[in-house]
């Protein structure tokens, strides 16, 4: 452990971890059990376009979210860019959005021929705020996106009353809250759709992969044919929607055999994220000025991440201890900051007034190391880190200044 403030790497000393401790989940399959699932597909020379693994994984997912339709997809980005431009109706107009949120999301509207339109979130489930899109809905709105965070769900139930009242349709990106409840019911059948992703730093990993959940079955035929370039030939024959823009966004047999082992490992998936949230909790609970975002207390939630808030009772602000800390081997990020209206991710020249919650949000966080390549023993370092930043109260600060001068 560091005993004077010149052994911090920042100034020039040995960083704690020589690899990074990353915070992505990361969890890997027994390699044989892999290649088992994946036998079955080689065994039948279909290795794509729809293969037995898919068909399996699609399955699984479904009863997994207790919903009618799963369709598998090469990532969860092309999902909701599926789902933006099939709601738009081939008309370019906005999707309501957050803006403190993932950095992908304005991205995937203008591929989808739609711009973003930012709204202000819930200061504490930083969901969507019900009243800021109200307020947003106009006539060029063609979809409503709403995002489940890790801590919480939000208030699903009030984003899709404002939808159905405006007719407008509304979808989730639920990455985040794979395996998560709203109401004690599980995530997946909520809104027109849900958005998840198959990415190995997610909970669920298919090396790469997505997928949407839905239980409207027109919808899944749509997204069916969607996925697999529209091929005249393959239409449904109760798809009478001219609008639709194909894609190959097919998942492959090798992916799908990753994810396929993933489901059946997400308990103790979870259950290993508790105890690394749990170790989080008690190493920095006795520090004044830091707290960790909680999660809900009355759903069932996955614990895949640590997000700590640092406010004006620690020396450092979260800028120096996210620079302190990326020197010492943390591979982390502020949390949804800058908010996506401020960042280089907005369309030039959109015109975005001040979203409060959000803009005092994207200050306060830090994201922690977490997933299967961080020990309980790493985060009690990293804990004590924190301790040591304390102790030093301002020198740190002040010589991280001066560095900067
Ligand atoms: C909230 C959120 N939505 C969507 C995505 C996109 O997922 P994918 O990498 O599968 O395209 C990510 C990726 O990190 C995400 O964090």
């Not at 994810?259 to 006795?286: C, P, V």
């Amino acid at each position: 452990m560091k005993s004077h403030i010149d052994e911090l790497a920042v100034f020039g000393g040995p960083p704690l971890f020589a690899t990074p401790r990353p915070i992505g989940q990361l969890s890997t399959p027994d390699v044989e059990n892999y290649l088992e699932v994946l036998k079955e597909s080689f065994d039948a020379r279909h290795l794509t376009n729809d293969g037995p693994v898919v068909r399996k994984l699609e399955k699984k997912l479904a009863a997994f979210h207790e919903v009618s339709h799963c369709i598998c997809l090469a990532n969860a980005g092309l999902g909701l860019m599926m789902l933006m431009q099939l709601f738009s109706g081939g008309k370019r107009g906005e999707v309501i959005m957050p803006a403190f949120s993932y950095r992908g999301l304005p991205h995937f509207a203008q591929w989808a021929g739609q711009m973003p339109c930012f709204c202000d979130v819930d200061p504490q489930t930083h969901f969507l705020g019900v009243k800021s899109v109200e307020k947003s809905i106009t006539e060029r709105t063609t979809s409503i996106l709403g995002v489940c965070n890790f801590n919480d769900p939000g208030d699903i139930d009030g984003l899709t009353r404002i939808a159905r009242n405006h007719a407008v349709p509304v979808f989730l990106d639920s990455v985040y809250a794979v395996g998560s409840t709203y109401k004690n019911k599980i995530l997946g059948s909520f809104t027109d759709a849900e958005v998840y992703s198959l990415h190995a730093t997610k909970l669920l990993n298919g090396f790469e992969g997505g997928y949407i959940t839905t239980n409207d079955d027109e919808l899944a035929q749509k997204l069916v044919w969607q996925r697999n370039f529209t091929i005249p030939g393959l239409r449904p024959c109760t798809v009478h929607f001219e609008s639709i823009v194909g894609i190959n966004a097919k998942l492959n047999e090798m992916h799908a055999a990753m994810a396929i082992l993933s489901i059946d490992m997400i308990d103790d998936i979870i259950a290993r994220n508790f105890q690394r949230f749990d170790a989080y909790r008690r190493g920095l609970e006795t520090i004044s000025g830091l707290s960790l975002l909680p999660y809900s207390q009355k759903e069932k939630v996955n614990y895949q991440m640590a997000v700590v808030e640092i406010d004006d009772k620690f020396p450092l602000n979260r800028d120096q201890m996210l620079t302190l800390l990326r020197a010492e081997g943390c591979g982390i990020s502020p949390y949804y900051s800058p908010p996506l209206h401020l960042s280089e991710h907005c369309p030039p020249g959109l015109k975005v007034s001040d979203l409060p919650t959000t803009q005092n949000l994207a200050k306060k966080y830090l994201q922690l190391p977490v997933g299967e390549l961080v020990s309980t023993e790493d985060i009690e370092n990293i804990c004590q880190l924190f301790f040591f930043a304390q102790k030093w109260d301002g020198e740190i600060s002040a010589r991280l200044k001066r560095k900067v001068s």
